[in-house]
């Protein structure tokens, strides 16, 4: 989930993530709590991200996150559902 849109699933996220195929991508998260109960998991973090496009200006975000996380079968942590709230930094 993000400011502005509806709720969306793994297909409407493969197709924005090619849409910024050809960004740079940096960014930076502090964990601010997390909480493990069994194979699931959720965490509240804060999260900086720059952006910067082939031609043009680096864009920078920043926000907080909400992350829900699952373990898989092979027992690796994922991101089962991610609810962010980054906004454009204000120059």
């Known amino acids: 989930m993000v400011p502005g849109k509806e709720p969306f699933g793994k297909k409407e996220f493969a ?3 090619q849409q910024m195929k050809d960004l740079k991508v940096d960014g930076k998260i502090e964990i601010l709590e997390i909480k493990v109960l069994g194979d699931w998991a959720w965490m509240r ?3 900086r991200i720059t952006m910067t496009p082939p031609q043009g200006k680096a864009m920078n975000h920043r926000g907080y996150v909400l992350t829900i996380l699952r373990k898989n079968a092979a027992g690796a942590w994922q991101i089962y ?3 962010n709230l980054l906004m454009p930094e204000r120059s």
Do not use: G, M, P, V
């Open 15 to 17: 197709a924005a993530n």
């Open 81 to 83: 559902r991610d609810a």
């Open 45 to 47: 973090n804060r999260l």
